[in-house]
Structures are given as structure tokens and as C-alpha cells.
């Protein structure tokens, strides 16, 4: 674990979120080491925040990935507003980092990748879940699951043997949250935590956000 934080340690601080989540992981002392908060704005401006599950960093292009329902309220939310924010907290560390970004949709051959990579019976409940549309009740909901069993020709019993690949739902796959400014916070004594502020400015360039500047560091105070 990590004592103090150095300000002229950091020259990347994407490093220290996949060094802070690998430990965390490979400790396998909580169930989603690798869960965030995400938070969009919706039109008329209020906030909405909710957990995902963070599927990769990358480190060089400092862009966090999660995978969701392309028709759900967040992604709305996202495409009428693509700045959003999140934050990591790993409690057991004294570990939280904060950031902000913009979100893009994964490429399409990425989220086909990733999709490949689930279970058949998380496959099946992706096709089987309007997400965040209502339902009558839980029945209602398992007689979407049967549907979308039977449109592909599986047997319940499959799903234990996992010996099916579905194809990718048009409507689920991926976001790239381009960061534009995260904030490493380490827990200390009597509350007087260290805050390490990183800023950069991004500029769209086709499917990607490009930094030429690098990125700015300051301390805050706790
Ligand atoms: C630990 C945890 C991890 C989750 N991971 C995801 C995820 O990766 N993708 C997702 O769409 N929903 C995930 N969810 C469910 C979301 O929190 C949320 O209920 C769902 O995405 C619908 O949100 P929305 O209606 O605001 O779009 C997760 C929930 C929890 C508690």
C-alpha cells in the first residue's frame, strides 16, 4: 500500500488507477475490486449516478472502459451530454480516485471482442433485458429470458456448459471514457489526506481524444 503520495513521483497518474486496481484485485478481498460510480446529467440537468464495472485501462491514451445497454438512461443521458464523471473507492486501502471525462462508444470489433468474452447466460440476459425500461413483474422479466432462449435454440442446462458464443446485441457494447482530469486521494492520519489534482486538455480527433499538452499536476488541500 502506498504511504504517501509523491508529487514528482506521478508523471501518469492512469498509472496509479490500473497499480491501485491491480492490488486491490489481486488481494480478492471485495467482490468487483474493479466496480466505479458513474455519473451523467440528463436534459434537464439534474444528476444521475449509478455503479459499473470497469473492463480495462488504458494507460496511454488515459481512457477507462465499461460496457452497458445502448438504450438504457445512462447512455441517453450520454449521448445528450458525453461529460460525465465517476469515482473509484477501494475502503479497505484508504483509496479513492476521481474523474472526469468525456464518453465515447467503443469500436464496434472491441465490444464484439468483449461480448465473445461472457457467459452464454450474461449474453442471453443482454439480449433479454430492455434496461431501464419498466416491466409488469419478475415473471414478465424471465418469460424475456425464455424468449431470447428460444430465439437463439438454447436449453436452460446450456447455460451451466457455457457452449454457446451469441452474437453482439446491436443495441449493448462498450464506452471509452476519455479523462480529462482525475484526482488521486490517499487516506492519512487524522484526516489530513493527500489530493493530487492531474488536468489536461483533450480535443476530439475522429473516434479518439488526443492530448498534446500531456498532463498538469497540482496538491490539494484535504
Ligand atoms: C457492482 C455493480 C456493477 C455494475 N456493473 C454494471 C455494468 O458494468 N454495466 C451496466 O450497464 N450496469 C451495471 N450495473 C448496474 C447499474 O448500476 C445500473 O443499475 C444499470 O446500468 C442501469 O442504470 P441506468 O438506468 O442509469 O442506465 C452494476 C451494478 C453494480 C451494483
Known amino acids: ?9 506521478i508523471l501518469n497518474p492512469m498509472e496509479v488507477l490500473n497499480d491501485w486496481m491491480k492490488e486491490v484485485s489481486e488481494a480478492e478481498k471485495q467482490p468487483n475490486p474493479n466496480c466505479f460510480s458513474i455519473a451523467t446529467t440528463n436534459q ?5 449516478v449509478r455503479m459499473v464495472l470497469c473492463r480495462e485501462i ?9 460496457y452497458s445497454n445502448y438504450n438504457s438512461t445512462k447512455a441517453i443521458e450520454l449521448a445528450y451530454q458525453p461529460k460525465c464523471s465517476g469515482v473509484f473507492h477501494w475502503d479497505n486501502y ?12 467503443s469500436p464496434h470489433d472491441e465490444s464484439d471482442d468483449y461480448f465473445l468474452s461472457r457467459s452464454l447466460g450474461s449474453q442471453v440476459a443482454a439480449w433479454a433485458s430492455e434496461q431501464s425500461n419498466s416491466i409488469g ?16 435454440n438454447i436449453e436452460r442446462k446450456q ?9 453482439r446485441p446491436p443495441f449493448w457494447g462498450g464506452y471509452r471514457i476519455w479523462i480529462h482530469q482525475i484526482e488521486i486521494w490517499l487516506n492519512q492520519n487524522n484526516r489530513f489526506h493527500d489530493r493530487l489534482l492531474f488536468q489536461r486538455d483533450l480535443s476530439l480527433k475522429g473516434n479518439a481524444y488526443i492530448s498534446t499538452q500531456g498532463w498538469t499536476k497540482k496538491r490539494l488541500q484535504p
Do not use: C, T
Open 1 to 9: 500500500m502506498s504511504m504517501e503520495l509523491n508529487q514528482s513521483d
Open 44 to 48: 434537464e440537468g439534474s444528476s444521475n
Open 58 to 66: 488504458n494507460i496511454v491514451d488515459g481512457y477507462v472502459v465499461f
Open 94 to 105: 484508504g483509496y479513492q480516485i476521481r474523474i472526469k471525462g468525456y464518453a465515447l462508444k
Open 137 to 152: 413483474s419478475r415473471k414478465d422479466l424471465e418469460s424475456q429470458f425464455d424468449k431470447a432462449l428460444k430465439k437463439f
Open 159 to 167: 447455460l451451466a456448459i457455457n457452449d454457446k458464443k451469441l452474437p
